[in-house]
């Protein structure tokens, strides 16, 4: 089986995203896996790259997240109509974050030692401190 480096070279020629996508599922395994990730029958990949459907929003923004190392290709040949849906994408994936250990540790340690009349209102006043953090340092 090829190298992914060997398989992107290749599929730098592909003209849509369905010819992409069709290159892609000549492996049986990969096809296999992509359909499980997306939660979708493998006759349905089928279909797209015949152009028989077209997948959902939802199975677009799947397809993105299960091949990765394909994006930039995906969106060089999708139709103007998908590309929003990129942006969408990579916009939101800037946006999350991993929260910190610490910030889980902070949490617990108010919820198990502060008194009972105090806990809500710490724990509420920590998520809402961090939340207006994260914001300011995405603007």
Known sequence: MPDSGEVKEEMQG???WRELLGKILQDPRERARIAAELGVNP???TR???GESSPRSQNLQ???RALP???ELFFESMPEEFR???NEVAVK???LQEIPAAFYARIFYAHAELPDAMR???ICDLIFSRLCSNSTQTV
């Open 14 to 16: 592909s003209q849509t």
């Open 43 to 45: 006759l349905t990949l």
């Open 48 to 50: 797209w790259v015949n």
């Open 62 to 64: 799947a397809l993105l």
């Open 69 to 71: 190392q394909y994006r």
């Open 84 to 86: 929003q849906l990129f």
């Open 93 to 95: 994936e800037d946006l």
């Open 120 to 122: 809500s209102w710490s």
